[in-house]
C-alpha cells in the first residue's frame, strides 16, 4: 500500500509574509501567489502540510491558543481562496524558553529536526519518498533532509511561479 505525496510548507516567508512572530488575524498577509500555488499542488494530489516552528510561545510573545487561533485562521483564508491545507503542525519549544512548559534543548518537532514531519507522515499516511518541502531558511532545508525528503528553498516574490518551476510547469 502507497501512500499519499504530501508538500511540506513552512509558514512564515513562504506562506505568509514573516513579519515578525504575527500571531494575531490582522497580521495575517498571505505571500503572492500563496493560495494559488496551494491550488496547484492540491490539483497535483499533494496534501498540504504546513510545519512550522513557532517560539513565539516559548519566548512569551503570545500564547498557545493565539498561535492555534492564528493557524486556524490561516488555513480558512486559504480554504476561502480554494487552497486545501490538510494538516498544520506547529513546535512551541526552544531552548531559551521563558516559560519552562515549552523549555527544551532541541526538541525533536524544533526543525532543523524533523520531528514534525515524520509524526506528520505517520498520522496522515504520506508517503515521504513521494514528497518534499517547501521553506526560505536553512533549517527547513536540514529538516527536510534529516527526513529523507528533498528541501527546495523559496526565497520571496510569487509562490505560484515557484511551485509552477517546481512542478514542471
Known sequence: MSGVPAVFLDRDGVLIEDTGYPHLEAELRLMPGAAEAVQRLNRAGYLAVIVTNQS????????????????????????????????????PYHAEAKDPQWLHPDHPD?????????????????????????????????????AGIPGFRFDGGDLDLFVRELLGG
Open 56 to 91: 513565539g510561545v516559548a519566548r512569551g510573545l503570545f500564547t498557545l491558543d493565539q498561535m492555534h487561533a492564528f493557524n486556524t485562521a490561516l488555513v480558512r483564508r486559504m480554504a476561502a481562496k480554494g487552497a486545501r491545507i490538510g494538516a498544520v503542525y506547529a513546535c
Open 110 to 146: 524544533r526543525k532543523p529536526n524533523p520531528g514534525m514531519i515524520r509524526r506528520a507522515a505517520d498520522e496522515h499516511g504520506i508517503d515521504l519518498a513521494k514528497s518534499f518541502m517547501i521553506g526560505d531558511q536553512p533549517t527547513d532545508m536540514e529538516a527536510a533532509r534529516r
